[in-house]
């Protein structure tokens, strides 16, 4: 299958770059500039941070005689996004400190600081470093933060899960001591040591790779998003094993067609003390077959699709000790958060905050800072980009309600609100073709205006928006999605599940606010008096025959209708 | 009330008489009253008829020492002044430096003419410590050899006005000198009167031990001059802008600019390390404010005055007993004036003053230096300036400075600004180009080095550059950063350091930086390097001054008085140079 194309300009510069260590550490000492060497700045998202620039302020600074205004995101490493109230604590004094100010909770349950300057870069992982975090491989051809269903409620499910995420995100974690030399102060590793990356190889992966594990029916962590998947299986009161999903995935490229968002396909099921073994023999099947040449073609659903299901399945069971069992049955109900209190019946709650686009500051950060001082319980970041206030003792709910109260953090909803997402997009990422987490709000208040009108302010339904293709918020599996294209203008798709198992279909190309306000405000007109019972919105414009259903990663292009301009 | 004297009381005039001819001459130009010190000179010579006694150039030649101590360089400019004066009446005069100078040196001159500004909260300048504190000492020499007289500068607006100079005079006394006058405190306003001082004070001098022949006029006035000579603070140079543009980012604390001028057809010959002087405009808003707290409004012609010549800002505690006697109101307690302005004397008691006795009451509107932040043989005819804008709030009212905000904000490129230059020999690269340089200039301190660095370029100057640069956020601060890349890349700048106060928990500043780079710091000193300190001098001068102690004292393994030893004789080598304000 391999045709032989030269390899991307990546691959040289991670196999010059000693395992990840390129020039970064003199690149922190040059004063004269907030940014570090180009080549330096792929190798950084291995660990864990993207140079950026604040993009509002380019128009000026050139007449000021000064650089962009770089500054650095920092992504960090927390598998299930599980952090203790102290770790939450620092997370907040580095914010405070060392970043804009803001937490930023993501969509791979963890936290992103943004506005970082290149001087604080040590500070701030010393700091994280300091309360047992990590920012390692949190970004780069790597397994990234590995995510997993936040259900406390659950207990030992839940446990169960959260250990397995740590101890995959541990056993795929590259092996170099690069971010300990470069952050920590480390040692550096005496003359005799050869390093190596037994798993990821000394080139790492072609390409990112993601992984989530799904406690059924919860699907909050988009299970057919990532390039793998595991969804356990629990039978009589036990996680009996867990169904493998891969090839899923949401990047593609506008005007690309050749580049598309893919769903995870179920290639079988594994025991549970068979599941790193099959992560790492799945990783290496991308290692070995991914493809090096073109970046926009390196995940593993192109991998899949390229060489076709059985292939790649066979080609895994090759390395597998244990081979893969036929997959067993599964039901999902729900990509969204139980927002608001879960009290169990031995009195342990857990209350879910909603937090508009995982975007932290001011009021609520101080509230949140009030609730960690408590020192009870856990905090743990949704794939939805919200917090779960975890494991409440009774004794302290009544403590945590008012804190929650004075700091007016308990908010009424709408159902589409509730289930909504953004990427950051604009100011500081620089992919963003448009705005989305400053803009989406204000286009769901229109929204919201609409459905009030035809009854649907509670119900459910999902709609994710972002500033470019590349699919952060996982806009291909929303129910309503908008991805940017330009400043004000957004593609605008329909018909993805509400449970996550089905992509969505392009429905109007180049629409500004107005007119998805008009494109969207009928179809909830005809959905509140045409729909079956219990039928989601999603379900209900591929039956209307809005869009066309999107069965396949491979069709999402095709059979678009005429609106769509196909 | 007493007027703000543009003659000193201490002409020889009538007190009503002095008051009488300040009130033409306060609304004189400048034309007109160089029109009429030539008229009255020129009819003095012809008549043949002089009022003090002599004096034809003493048969002898007197000698005469003039002994300045200066920080921003209006004493060693007035040594200079005095010394032309000198050598009219016939003196065989010399200007030293107070830097240069022992009390025993001083006090084997016969006569001592001492120019002194104080600087700060009442200090001496930098450069002139060791005398002075010699001078304080127990065990410093008599003057009873010496005739002496002292011209203090200071500023009425800082609570130990004229100091220094006060403290000199009656230590001279002290030690069994013979005063040949009394001392003048000067104001910022200081040239006319510390002029007409020096000619009372070395007639006198002459008078006593000059030459018996009175025959020929000692007054020289240079009729050719107006005009033909280079810009001053009286006659400044329209300077038209030819670049007007922000350099702070739109979120920064600070509002800086970049603002070029043009110096075509001035006579301005500036060397790096001098300043422009600006003379500025108030703003017509404040103007109007003021008019109408003194019940004055619609007084277009006091108006013009308030905006264009008299300083209608700095509050002085002299001014604060004035309006209090003028209006019979009671005098408020000597730490009200702290922070206030004008404005707010006038609003305690509104309505009470005539437009004369408010013109009498303001100082004449000063005018403002600015460090030149380029070099001519990078930049040709022009000077480029770094003016930040000061705003801030005190006593419940928004406070703004005069010049930085009508230069910034009420100026555009197109516009004209009344500039001038005011040398400072004492603030230049070193003559051996090959001598390293370490430049500590935070904020607008950076502006100076920006012309060395241009000059240093422009000659190939092979000398290593170090610069330290601080301000409060690095992402809306950077000033000139990309220009500073560039001279990095092509090794003009050996090095740069940067302290960026706000940008962290812990604050950062130059001092902190030069700390930490103290073994390089000390090495660059053993190798002969000038440092150079540019920008504010409460705080920053004196933390760098502390650094430095403190660098020498640790690298050089030896206690404070050994590390201010030191420092002292680096100082004495022309290699520890300061231009703070």
Redesign the interface.
Same mark, same amino acid.
């Given at each position: 299958m391999d045709i032989e194309r030269p390899l991307s300009a990546n691959e040289g510069l991670k196999e010059r770059s000693n395992f990840l260590r390129g020039t970064i550490a003199n690149g922190l000492t040059r004063?004269?500039?907030?940014a570090l060497a180009d080549d330096d700045t792929q190798l950084t998202k291995f660990h864990g941070f993207y140079q950026q620039d604040?993009r509002d302020?380019r128009a000026?600074?050139g007449?000021?005689?000064?650089?962009k205004?770089?500054?650095f995101m920092v992504r960090m490493r927390v598998p299930a996004g599980i952090l203790t109230p102290r770790q939450w604590l620092k997370v907040e004094k580095l914010a405070l400190?060392?970043g804009n100010g803001t937490i930023r909770l993501t969509t791979r349950e963890t936290v992103q600081f943004h506005g970082v300057?290149k001087?604080?870069l040590q500070?701030l992982m010393q700091g994280l470093h300091e309360d047992l975090l990590d920012t390692i491989a949190a970004c780069g051809d790597v397994n990234r933060n590995v995510i997993a269903t936040v259900a406390p409620w659950e207990r030992a499910h839940h446990a169960t899960i959260a250990t397995l995420a740590r101890d995959l995100s541990q056993h795929l974690l590259p092996k170099t001591r690069a971010w300990h030399e470069i952050w920590i102060g480390e040692e550096k590793i005496s003359g005799g040591v050869v390093e190596d990356e037994p798993i990821l190889g000394r080139t790492y992966l072609p390409r990112k790779f993601k992984i989530a594990i799904a406690l059924p029916p919860y699907n909050d962590i988009d299970v057919f998003a990532h390039d793998l998947g595991f969804i356990a299986i629990v039978q009589r009161g036990r996680i009996v094993g867990y169904n493998v999903v891969a090839g899923g995935g949401m990047g593609m490229t506008h005007g690309e067609s050749e580049t598309y968002p893919r769903a995870g396909t179920v290639i079988g099921f594994c025991k549970p003390q068979d599941v790193i073994d099959t992560a790492e023999k799945i990783v290496t099947v991308q290692r070995d077959h991914g493809d090096r040449s073109n970046r926009k073609h390196a995940r593993l659903k192109y991998t899949i699709d390229d060489m076709g299901l059985e292939r790649f399945v066979a080609l895994v069971n090759e390395r597998l000790a244990v081979k893969l069992a036929p997959a067993r049955p599964f039901a999902f109900a729900s990509t969204g958060d139980r927002t608001g209190w879960t009290q169990e019946a031995d009195g342990t709650s857990h209350f879910t905050l909603f937090v508009e686009n995982g975007r932290i500051r001011g009021t609520m950060l101080e509230g949140l800072h009030a609730i960690a001082a408590l020192d009870t319980g856990r905090f743990i970041m949704t794939p939805n980009q919200n917090l779960v206030i975890a494991d409440i003792p009774p004794a302290q709910r009544p403590q945590v309600e008012a804190l929650l109260a004075a700091y007016g953090l308990e908010k009424p909803l709408s159902g589409l609100r509730r289930n909504a997402m953004a990427c950051v997009a604009l100011p500081t990422c620089g992919l963003a073709l448009a705005e989305s987490e400053r803009y989406l709000p204000d286009l769901i208040t229109r929204l919201e205006t609409e459905l009030e009108r035809f009854g649907l302010s509670q119900d459910d339904i999902t709609i994710r928006m972002t500033g470019c293709p590349n699919g952060c918020a996982r806009p291909y599996l929303s129910e309503i999605a908008l991805v940017g294209r330009t400043p004000g203008l957004y593609n605008l798709y329909l018909g993805g599940a509400h449970e996550g198992i089905r992509l969505n279909k392009l429905h109007r190309r180049d629409v500004d606010g107005d007119a998805i306000v008009a494109a969207l405000s009928p179809l909830f007109g005809s959905y509140a008096t045409e729909r079956r019972p219990g039928e989601h919105f999603g379900d209900y414009v591929i039956r209307a025959g809005i869009v066309a259903e999107t069965t396949a990663g491979l069709d999402f292009h095709a059979n678009l209708s005429h609106e769509a301009g196909a | 009330m007493q007027t703000a004297p543009l003659l000193p009381s201490t002409a020889p005039f009538a007190e009503e008489h002095i008051a009488a001819l300040n009130r033409v001459i306060s609304v004189s130009t400048a034309e007109q009253r160089a029109w009429l010190s030539g008229y009255l000179a020129g009819l003095q010579a012809a008549s043949g008829t002089h009022a003090a006694t002599p004096a034809a150039p003493p048969a002898k030649r007197a000698p005469l020492t003039i002994l300045f101590a200066t920080e921003s360089g209006n004493a060693e400019a007035l040594a200079n002044q005095a010394r032309k004066v000198a050598a009219k009446l016939g003196f065989a005069a010399k200007v030293v430096d107070m830097a240069d100078f022992t009390p025993a040196q001083a006090a084997a001159s016969e006569n001592l003419l001492v120019v002194a500004s104080t600087w700060g909260e009442g200090d001496p300048p930098q450069r002139a410590v060791d005398f002075y504190e010699a001078l304080m000492a127990d065990d410093a020499p008599r003057f009873e050899k010496t005739r002496y007289a002292v011209l203090a500068l200071g500023d009425r607006a800082y609570a130990q006005f004229c100091e220094i100079g006060r403290r000199i005079d009656e230590r001279l006394a002290a030690l069994g000198g013979a005063r040949i006058t009394d001392r003048i405190d000067c104001d910022v306003d200081f040239e006319t009167p510390a002029n007409g001082w020096i000619d009372a004070t070395l007639q006198r001098l002459n008078a006593e031990v000059g030459a018996k022949d009175a025959g020929a006029s000692v007054i020289h006035v240079d009729f050719a001059r107006p005009g033909a000579d280079a810009p001053t603070r009286a006659r400044p140079f329209e300077a038209e802008i030819t670049e007007h543009? #922000?350099?702070?980012?739109? #979120?920064s604390s600070s509002d800086t600019h970049?603002v070029a001028v043009s110096l075509e057809g001035s006579g301005i010959l500036y060397e790096p390390g001098d300043a422009l002087g600006v003379v500025p405009s108030n703003d017509p808003a404040l103007a109007d404010a003021v008019l109408n707290a003194a019940g004055l409004a619609g007084d277009e012609a006091l108006r013009n005055a308030l905006v264009n010549r008299l300083d209608i800002t700095t509050l002085t505690q002299k001014q604060v007993e004035d309006f209090a006697r003028e209006t019979g109101t009671p005098v408020p307690p000597a730490e009200w004036a702290a922070g206030r302005q004008v404005i707010d004397l006038l609003e305690t008691a509104p309505g009470k003053l005539s437009a004369e006795q408010l013109t009498a009451l303001l100082r004449p509107l000063p005018p403002r230096y600015y460090s030149i932040a380029s070099s001519r043989k990078a930049v040709g005819e022009e000077a480029h300036l770094l003016v930040a804008a000061v705003r801030y709030a005190a006593h419940g009212r928004p406070r703004q400075g005069v010049a930085s905000v009508d230069i910034t904000a009420r100026h555009r490129a197109g516009d004209k600004l009344k500039v001038f230059l005011r040398a400072n020999p004492h603030f230049r690269l070193p003559a051996d180009n090959d001598r390293p340089i370490i430049m500590v200039g935070p904020g607008t301190g950076l502006a100076p080095f920006r012309g060395f660095l241009q000059e240093r370029e422009a000659v190939g100057a092979g000398g290593r550059n170090w610069l330290v640069f601080g301000h409060r956020n !690095?992402?809306?601060d950077?000033? !000139?950063?990309?220009?500073?890349?560039d001279w990095?890349k092509s090794r003009l700048l050996t090095r740069?350091?940067?302290a960026?106060s706000r940008?962290?928990?812990e604050k950062r500043y130059v001092q902190d930086s030069l700390w930490d780079a103290r073994a390089d710091v000390y090495r660059w000193l053993k190798d002969g390097a000038a440092l150079y300190v540019c920008g504010d001098a409460n705080a920053m001068a004196k933390d760098v001054h502390a650094a430095l102690l403190r660098i020498l004292a640790d690298q050089g393994r030896q206690d404070e008085a050994a590390a201010k030893a030191e420092l002292d004789a680096i100082r004495r080598d022309g290699r520890y140079l300061r231009d703070v304000y």
């Open positions: 004063v004269e500039s907030g604040d302020l000026e600074r007449k000021q005689r000064m650089e205004a770089f500054s400190e060392r300057l001087g604080n500070p | 543009a #922000r350099l702070s980012g739109s #979120r970049h !690095y992402t809306h950077f000033l !000139y950063q990309l220009e500073l890349q990095l740069l350091d940067v960026f940008d962290q928990p």
